[in-house]
């Protein structure tokens, strides 16, 4: 297994920029997501990763190698592609050991690797059969045995759970860490869903028009978001933003809003009179009895142990996630106060967020 280097990696289709100056290291044994909504330059990043595509300008250095313009057959890297990539007419046992076989290794050399992989993957008794009377998540893993079986230096991977109904693509989830886990193969992964990119990879990195706009471990991502657009794209509900309409000193703690104090991490830099944004997520907001911004109760979702309440304040609308046991009733007049060390501040124009003490060491892209 090898590092992935991708340095300034940029591509063009005439005029239109689809990927730019991108910047990022896969680490030995990492699994890193490719995160962002349709049309960002995910799949087109991977495709230049994976020698498929030709950079416009920019490098790709696959451990000590530079295969920037290297043919896709001259890099050991393995592509997973939806379910769909297999050979209907083969059974199991054959499309496993295809590659190998393209690779020109012996009989004896191809049953033994085909065997092991299907051990790992726990389908040796599919070995047999015809892959057209298999489950969606048996033709899954035979698709991902067929990866396996070369052994590559890293492993490409296009939405490879693109196809499956959302309950089954968790328990697929759940199976690809735990494989990762085992072979500690270094891993890129392209998805839109940000609930697989959170609940698998060691590393996300989100894309916004073809920009990396956030590399970062998922906590951080989740809990220090560098700009709005990662605030909002991470989160379910997403994170609630309140327009204020005041500057803040440096270092300042607190700020007012409908005469309501609210703490805040220590800013860094002074703001003139200018939009700020308070992104709070749904989870870090609790009812007041005393004080707090107030608001009235428009909607209740009931999740079991917690209940999505929406409060419609003076700055907006605003959704909560408050355990099921608080009351909540369409038409309450609430208070919410928000926790202080989960806020974040934005720049409303540029989106980005101001840095505090809540942002030290966040990686941009
Ligand atoms: P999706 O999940 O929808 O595939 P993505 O983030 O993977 O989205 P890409 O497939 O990388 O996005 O595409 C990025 C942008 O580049 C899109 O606007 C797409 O239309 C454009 N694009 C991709 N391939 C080509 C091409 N061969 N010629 C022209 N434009 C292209």
Do not use: W
Not at 56 to 77: M, N, P, Y
């Amino acid at each position: 297994m090898a590092e992935i280097r991708v340095n300034r990696l940029q591509k063009n289709f005439g005029e239109f920029v689809a990927v730019k100056e991108s910047s990022f290291t896969v680490k030995n044994g990492e699994f890193f997501c490719l995160l962002g909504p349709s049309g960002c330059g995910k799949t087109t990043t991977l495709r230049m990763i994976a020698g498929l595509e030709l950079p416009t300008s920019g490098e790709i250095i696959l451990g000590d190698d530079d295969v920037t313009f290297k043919r896709a057959s001259e890099r050991d890297i393995a592509f997973v592609f939806q379910l769909f990539a297999l050979y209907p007419h083969m059974n199991v046992r054959a499309n496993i050991g295809f590659p190998l076989k393209c690779d020109g290794l012996s009989r004896p050399e191809i049953r033994k690797r085909v065997e092991e992989t299907a051990q790992i993957l726990r389908i040796t008794d599919l070995l047999d059969k015809p892959v057209s009377g298999l489950s969606g998540g048996d033709r899954q893993r035979v698709a991902l045995g067929r990866a396996i079986v070369r052994k590559p230096m890293a492993f490409l991977m296009d939405e490879p759970l693109g196809a499956l109904d959302s309950e089954f693509r968790h328990v697929m989830c759940n199976e690809l860490r735990a494989l990762h886990n085992r072979l500690k193969a270094t891993t890129v992964y392209v998805t839109h869903d940000q609930l697989e990119a959170m609940s698998m990879a060691d590393t996300i990195a989100v894309m916004n028009q073809g920009v990396i706009e956030q590399l970062g471990s998922p906590r951080e991502i989740y809990d220090r978001p560098v700009s709005m657009f990662v605030a909002d794209f991470i989160g379910s509900p997403s994170m609630n933003f309140l327009n204020l309409r005041t500057g803040l000193k440096a270092g300042s703690t607190s700020i007012f809003i409908d005469q309501t104090s609210v703490t805040i991490p220590a800013v860094r830099e002074e703001t003139a009179e200018a939009d700020l944004v308070l992104g709070v997520r749904p989870e870090n907001i609790f009812f007041s009895d005393s004080d707090g911004l107030p608001g009235d109760v428009f909607g209740v979702e009931y999740l079991g142990t917690t209940q999505i309440v929406t409060v419609t304040t003076g700055r907006g609308t605003v959704k909560a996630r408050i355990s099921s046991d608080t009351k909540a009733e369409i038409g309450d007049r609430v208070r919410l106060k928000f926790r202080p060390d989960k806020l974040s501040i934005f720049e409303k124009s540029s989106g980005r967020v101001l840095k505090s003490a809540l942002h030290e060491g966040v990686t941009h892209g």
